[in-house]
């Protein structure tokens, strides 16, 4: 087979334009005085605050690049091929991975959440036996599981480096970034530095803990099916969209092509923007 030399153009011109668009991007990224350089840095720092508090094998470094990457590379194959419902794709990336890191991190602290009752009960249990701290954590650590026993690991950790407990117990709430664990934190702490009975304290947050446990089920529950409500109003757009192409190239054709479908198409993203945030803080009771 002969490729023709319009052919041969073609894909010369997609060379040079994606090699034009890569050069732009790593000029902007590479000046470290301008502000699209900044602006991906902030956000690299953000999704690396997100990656270590999880203990994620990665960097938020890395991330952004591959956010960065997959952006370019959908814009210039829509450029190329004319396909502008290729720019969903760069919408995705732009915005999919923080979501899906803050997501995964709010799973996270609640899962921290659901063993703190179990946690408590059993460092309670363990200064029973033996009036240190610090001993009561490390006998602590090795009975529980799950997220928390990361987070008291590392506290151990910084405690056998030299931080003072009191101290790292304090990092370790403000890295699980949790409103009920530090204040289980924070009543520990009281009580030891008050010379208070630390088992009983600590048996008596449990117990709290266990009745707020139960009144955030019966709130989970109710407001479940206005959740799975907010998904499915949240995706039925690009349903319909990947539904009425299929059905009909041509008839969604203006929205790709002329400027009022461009102003149409942005307005209607910036509409879905709000509702889901708005969702989001509707259905975000808090007891």
């Known amino acids: 087979m002969i490729i023709s030399k319009w052919t041969l153009v073609g894909w010369l011109a997609a060379l040079l334009i994606s090699g034009g668009a890569?050069?732009?991007?790593?000029?902007?990224?590479?000046?470290?005085?301008?502000?699209?350089?900044?602006?991906?840095?902030?956000?690299?720092?953000?999704?690396?605050?997100?990656?270590?508090?999880?203990?994620?094998?990665?960097?938020?470094?890395?991330?952004?690049?591959?956010?960065?990457a997959v952006m370019v590379g959908s814009v210039v194959l829509a450029l190329l091929f004319g396909e502008t419902i290729l720019l969903l794709v760069t919408v995705g990336a732009a915005i999919i991975p923080k979501i899906m890191l803050e997501d995964k991190l709010d799973k996270r602290r609640r899962s921290i959440d659901d063993m703190l009752d179990s946690f408590l009960v059993a460092l309670a249990n363990a200064l029973k036996v033996s009036p240190s701290l610090?001993?009561?954590?490390?006998?602590?650590?090795?009975?529980?599981?799950?997220?928390?026993?990361?987070?008291?690991?590392?506290?151990?950790?910084?405690?056998?480096?030299g931080t003072p407990l009191d101290q790292a117990l304090m990092n370790m709430a403000t890295r699980i970034e949790s409103r009920t664990f530090s204040s289980a934190m924070a009543t520990l702490l009281i009580g030891r530095q008050t010379g208070g009975d630390l088992p009983k304290i600590l048996e008596r947050s449990a117990s709290t803990l266990r009745e707020m446990a139960r009144l955030e089920g019966v709130v989970r529950t109710k407001t479940a099916e206005g959740k799975s409500q907010a998904w499915v109003l949240g995706a039925m757009p690009f349903v319909m969209v990947i539904v009425l192409q299929a059905m009909d190239p041509t008839w969604l054709k203006p929205m790709w092509t002329s400027f009022v479908g461009y102003l149409l198409m942005f307005g209607a993203g910036v509409l879905w923007i709000l509702a889901i945030i708005a969702a989001r803080r509707i259905l975000n009771v808090d007891i």
């Open 134 to 161: 610090g001993d009561a954590l490390r006998s602590t650590a090795i009975l529980i599981r799950g997220a928390i026993k990361e987070d008291v690991e590392y506290a151990l950790k910084e405690y056998n480096l």
């Open 22 to 68: 890569a050069a732009v991007v790593y000029l902007l990224m590479t000046d470290t005085e301008g502000a699209p350089y900044k602006a991906f840095m902030a956000y690299a720092e953000d999704l690396e605050r997100l990656v270590r508090l999880q203990y994620m094998p990665t960097t938020g470094l890395k991330i952004a690049q591959q956010q960065a």
